[in-house]
């Protein structure tokens, strides 16, 4: 349905004529007929006043498609970092609305979850602002620094706090309903491996390595990271070693084994691994996982004019092979923040 038509049947359906439609829009009656006649339309400003005099969404007066409206939700939170209380309460009603429909809740699930977490990363972010401002106050009292682990994931001392346990309990049933599919096998690996839990985390990865679709290489990374969690280095960089000799192009040998070295501060091989790996990537665009972990390295090394350089280059592979700006997505933003803080820490 034409704009102006829509805005003709809301009219009616709200008792309103021409003219009283124009006083509550500070307008001439003119204005709506011409838009009700199809003859112009109305300004977009006019438009959130529209909606609120219906007690409708902007959406709403506009004949979108329910997949349209999923993308618009998803473009929004990938562009803003925080949505106005409104438009979230908007979203999570209509998402919820969704849920329901077999054709639609898969997405709508992914993207409700989506939406609760770009509010908790929002929030998340003002409460570790505050919890190190508080804690720089006071440097020598505990006070916020449990809501800094939460909010920005460091690390805790306390094993009660910081083991996997209900991340392996989910990722293990996952895995026992649905033993044919191989990612829950990889989360569960990852979560067992981060315990050091490495006699259970053999007897996974054998289950997983049985798979029609396992991944030839990440079962030796795999290997690799139990022999690390029995604290077996020499094994463990043996099978790293050997994958290198014998793929030494494979963008996703090199970037494993960049991962490895990185997870063991040896920082040279990895940098090294990472760069090689982004540019042995035939896939366009190209994803920024590598450049990330250069980033970090060169910080971690006090280098912030090559961190700050290699934020460079993620801004123009964002920019040139993803066509991404900042008006149209916020990892642009987030990096070039990082440029500029590397730079003014140079």
Known sequence: MELGKKIKQLRYKAGLTQEQLAEKLNIGPQSVSKWENAVAMPDIGTLPLLAEIFGITIDDLFDITTEQRFNRIENRMDAEEELPQDVFWEYEEFLKGQLASEQYAKRATELIAYLYWHRMNAEAQKAARYAKEAIARAPGEKGCQWILCKTANHAVWDWNMGNHTKAINFYQALAEANPD???????????????????????????????????????????????????NEPAADKIIEGLLLEQPENDEVLFEAAQYYAGKCNYEKAIDCYERAFAADEKRPRFQDALMGIADIYEIMGDYVNAAKTYGRIIDLLENEWGLSEETDSSVTVAKKERDRLLAKA
Request: proline residues 4%; contains cysteine; hydrophobic residues 45%.
């Open 181 to 231: 599919t191989a990612l829950p096998y990889m989360y569960l690996l990852d979560n067992l491996i981060a315990d050091h839990r490495a006699d259970e985390a053999e007897r996974w990865l054998n289950r997983y390595c049985g798979l029609e679709k396992a991944n030839p290489v990440m079962k030796q990374v795999y290997r690799a990271s139990i022999a690390l969690a029995r604290f």
